[in-house]
């Protein structure tokens, strides 16, 4: 009892990695997660407890594609978890067979047929290459592998999705974003309006604004907003020909970028 005691207690003290699910346009859903790469996937769920957050509570067969996709990656920290700790001890094996296999064909098959001394290297390598394989596939059944696989995969069932009172704003501003026509989109992502947000919303809120930084590299737009100012100075037809050139040639979604400028200027502020 005191042992479940204290993990319940080690959980509660850990920072949380949010989750948050957004619903896009014509019901598409879109999943901001912190796991991006083998390597983050390990360390977080490590380190941090992983909570989800929606806005409108996502289908269950979004939920059940992201957690697959999540259980791949998985697979892969564990081969490459594998191949950090076995590497030396799975390299020395596949050099042992290298040379057997050079000792076989020099000294023991010297009466038989006559071998190209190439030949003899690059059977021996083709060996000690399919043992280092096979070793490898071993491992991926082995104990070790195992418990990391199943516990890795324990942590990943362990998250649970609850209602966000923050994704709510960010949906139904995102609604209204999309609603509007380009150019009162610039103005808004230029001038962005402020979001007052709760004491409880403020951490999620700084992890939303830095997912949505991560996943879609909005950092990169900040010299680009330069042209929108000097294309929104520009009169008549023009000046829409040249937004719409400027948002395809960046491939950017102009709602979700301003939700992403809304909330971020609202996490500068509070902080």
Request: aromatic content about 8%; cysteine-free; hydrophobic content about 45%.
């Amino acid at each position: 009892m005191a042992d479940r005691e204290m993990a319940d207690k080690d959980k509660e003290e850990k920072e949380k990695a949010y989750i948050f699910h957004v619903l896009m346009k014509d019901g598409e859903s879109l999943m901001l997660d912190p796991f991006r790469g083998v390597e983050r996937l390990e360390s977080t769920l490590a380190e941090r407890t992983a909570e989800g957050r929606f806005g409108t509570e996502p289908r269950v067969e979004v939920l059940t594609m992201f957690r697959d996709e999540l259980y791949r990656t998985v697979d892969a920290a564990v081969r490459r978890w594998l191949s950090e700790n076995r590497f030396i001890p799975r390299f020395l094996a596949s050099a042992g067979v290298f040379l057997l296999a050079m000792f076989v064909m020099a000294y023991v098959l010297r009466g038989g047929l006559p071998i190209p001394v190439i030949d003899e290297l690059a059977i021996a390598l083709a060996a000690s290459v399919a043992a280092y394989l096979a070793i490898g596939r071993k491992e991926l059944t082995s104990d070790a592998a195992t418990r990391k696989r199943v516990a890795l995969r324990n942590a990943i069932d362990r998250i649970t999705f609850v209602p966000s009172r923050l994704l709510v704003r960010v949906e139904e501003s995102l609604r209204r974003y999309e609603a509007e026509n380009l150019e009162a989109l610039v103005s808004e992502i230029l001038d962005p309006s402020d979001e007052v947000l709760d004491e409880p919303e403020r951490s999620e809120a700084v992890e939303f604004v830095r997912l949505l930084e991560d996943h879609f590299n909005f950092g990169r737009l900040r010299k680009g907003e330069r042209q929108l100012k000097n294309f929104m100075t520009e009169r008549g037809a023009e000046r829409g020909t040249n937004l719409r050139r400027w948002a395809e040639s960046q491939r950017l979604d102009f709602p979700l970028y301003a939700v992403y400028k809304r909330f971020k200027r609202t996490v500068e502020r509070v902080r």
